[in-house]
């Protein structure tokens, strides 16, 4: 593989971070101090990572309701997220949006999205916009197997063939929309198998095995540069968690998760840089532990922000 | 009697007229297995099978605009929206088709389709699940718009509604779904267009929908105690609207102040006030007053959505000014 020592230890970090935040966020919620609803990313860090690492500032990104992961793979800040989920003045969206509308534009981040299949138009449009623009940047749309059943979805993939746009459509099949299961929502096996309706590569990967996703991405993304137009890149993974906080997943088996949990990504990425010799257990302990730090400062960050003022209601309607 | 909820209510409905007639079917994101986002259809799956139960894939285009096809050819759906807010998604297939299709056809086309979806603030829902929209739906000619604010409205309204042959869109506020009520076992109909006092007084009318009743009442309580009788209408269906209820009151009181949740620019209130202008100026002593959420997007934290959200202080304050 072409990645560095370093770009695998970082993307480790990210998926780390990104399990640690998750699991605070499960038990903050739990304790009542996160009002409305999360939908939590475990066991799926291996998509946005992947994905992410091969992006910058100035690419964009489209997210889900299920989002947290995407924000931070793509180099959101942990405390400001926090903060909005608590709903302080001092998170990304001033306490105005919550976990589901999460956004920071000068990371390229154009939002955590609270309606399904809300995101590939939005991710077509900032293509369009690069391409317009001719700045080199490319826009990636996560979405899930419950939004490539959705409309939007479809209408979004073909103008971005049609028009070549430089975007690159991530699909999350994680199986299951709250409790439909791709086996009684979709005829076809894979989500990419659809891509050949609209002419573009579609390609499946192992979602929980963090290199071949960003293999995958780089080769998609790299494609989009080239001015070819767009991909369909379908990660099958699996999230560990209801699709809400709280959901008691009656509608699927046990085994199954036990199943998936064996391919939990990150014990797999640690198994694989432990046997290379690029990180040791030593290391790793030194990572979980800065990482479990940044968090309480977080958490003591939100905790101590204040509301917004009841004055700010309604402000930032317009520009 | 027995005691209900309100999505218990609603379920009853659904349960004796799917007894009663074979054509109709629900359909919905997780209505079946999952028994509802908010439980409403939970038991149907069972008792009804899968065939008249269907869970869909998350396609609001593609649920609704079945579903006007399935109408128009003799069957009758009853679709759940999970959230109105997802309307946006779909409008298309129940304002372009459903609702003008009859009109555009020459009457050559019946659509009795029920959309029932879940509205409102109050559970940090945030921007886009927490909205309340039915000035959006009263505004679409070909359209009907329900708003129960109890258990027994719910179930009769709901009744009504599927037994209607046209697009009815039935808006059931969230808070409202633990409420509990008398409710009969058995099917009954309220009928569209008839508004309910649900307390007399004669020195204000207050006009509240959905949850805003409930406040309204609390607020009546507490302005009774002051020697200010308030009257609380509660119209149930805002197209067809019953504005003879309201116009008799209002010249019983001579003032009328609207409550609603949604936002207070073009919203249901600014019709009934219009309204209630044009019929009644002569007997009004003081300008029609509307108390209602402020023009911005639900927001997520909690003292802001707490702000968001009309008052029984703030019904309070309107009612005094309509006084002095």
Redesign the interface.
Known sequence: MDLTNEQLVKMYTTMVKIRTFENRVAELFADGKI???VHLYVGEEAVATGVCANLTDKDFITSTHRGHGHLLAKGGDIKLMMAELF???TGY?K???????IADLDLGIMGAN????GGPPLASGAALACQYLDNDGVAVCFFGD??S????THEAMNLAACWKLPVVFVNENNMY????CTL???CVPNVADRAAGYDIPGVVVDGNDVVAVYEAAAEAINRAHQGKGPSLIECKTYRHRGHFEGDPC??REDAELDEWKEKDPIPRLEQKLLEMEILTQDKIDEIKAVLQKDLAAAEQFADQSP??E?S???TD?YS | MPTMTFAQAINSAHVVEMERDPNIYVAG??VG??GG?FGVTAGLLDQFGDKRVK?????E??IVGTAVGAASAGLRPVIELMFV??I??CLDQLYNQAGKMKYMFGGKAKIPLVVRAACGAG???????SQCLEALFMHLPGLKVVIPSTPYDAKGLLIEAIRDDNPVVFLEHKVLYALEGEVPEEAYTIPFGQADIKREGSDVTVVATANMVHTALGAAEKLAGQGIGVEVIDPRTLYPLDMQTIIASVKKTHRLVILHEEVRFAGSGAEIAAQAAEEAFDYLDAPIMRVAA????V??????EK??IPSEESLIAAVKKVME
């Open positions: 009002p409305g609803f709903g302080k003045k969206c306490g105005k949006g919550g976990s589901m509308h609270g309606i399904v299949g419950g939004a059943n959705q409309g939007t929309g709250i409790s439909s009684n929502s979709m009656a509608y509301y917004p009841v700010e209601l309604t309607v | 994101e997780d297995v999952f986002c869970d869909t894939t998350i396609t285009s593609a807010d997802f946006g998604v559970i940090g829902a945030a921007a886009q699940h402020p023009f911005c997007p927001p997520f934290s909690p003292p802001l702000a968001y």
